[in-house]
């Protein structure tokens, strides 16, 4: 059992985790000022906006095993959280990061290296890739649901598990979305946004 020493917004996590996310905030802001990783609106929000809501998709599966593959990472969100709080919390999650666009992929592979991660970078887009057998599969800011669906499909496990924040038009997403699919669903209210939610979706198949 890991000793709590540090909070994140109000998340326990041990002195590793608090000081990887610390120099990962660092890369994240030396690296915005050169290429378009987060909003430049969000900048000065990074723990709140970017990492606290990166951590509350982890705590979302709390019995997450095997592979965790993570769709359109962009900067890490959530998937290079993700990678930082297994390496005391869940060491033996696997985890794949997906990220299409190189100069973000090469980002990411430099935090991997810098903070000593075992993760796989796959620089390719989603639709190219074989089929990557995820337990667990997310993906914030990427499409609609119809189309998350989609991928989903293709890269998760059989038992699998997607999760996915959703904001305040989710309710809507959902329900474009059954009319395609079929699938089991739970919400859970999102701890960084009033109206937003984290989406956990099981047992895809089309309609
Ligand atoms: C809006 S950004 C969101 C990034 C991150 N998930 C976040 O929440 O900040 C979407 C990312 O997905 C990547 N992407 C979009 N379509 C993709 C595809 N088909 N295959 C791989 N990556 C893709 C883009 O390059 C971009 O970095």
Not at 42 to 66: C, K, L, M, N, Y
Not at 145 to 153: D, G
Not at 189 to 194: F, L, N, Q
């Amino acid at each position: 059992m890991t000793a709590i020493h540090c909070q994140i917004r109000g998340r326990d996590v041990s002195r590793e985790t608090f000081e990887r996310l610390r120099r990962y905030e660092d890369l994240l802001r030396k690296w915005t000022s050169r290429i378009n990783l987060i909003g430049r609106s969000t900048i000065t929000e990074i723990q709140e906006r970017h990492i606290r809501d990166s951590i509350q998709v982890f705590d979302s599966v709390p019995d997450a095993t095997g592979n965790w593959v993570d769709l359109g990472s962009g900067a890490g969100l959530p998937g290079m959280i993700v990678a930082i709080l297994a390496v005391d919390e869940r060491p033996d999650l696997k985890v794949t990061l997906v990220e299409a666009d190189l100069r973000k992929s090469a980002f990411l592979a430099t935090v991997a290296r810098e903070l000593g991660l075992d993760l796989r970078i796959e620089a390719q887009r989603i639709e190219n890739i074989a089929p990557l057998g995820a337990d667990v599969l997310s993906a914030r800011a990427l499409a609609p649901l119809p189309k998350l669906l989609e991928f989903a499909q293709r890269h998760m496990a059989p038992d699998g598990v997607a999760v996915f924040p959703k904001g305040a038009r989710w309710q809507e997403e959902l329900r474009q979305a059954l009319e395609k699919w079929r699938f089991s669903y739970q919400n859970q209210p999102s701890v960084t946004e009033p109206d937003a939610t984290i989406l956990k979706i099981g047992g895809i198949s089309r309609v």
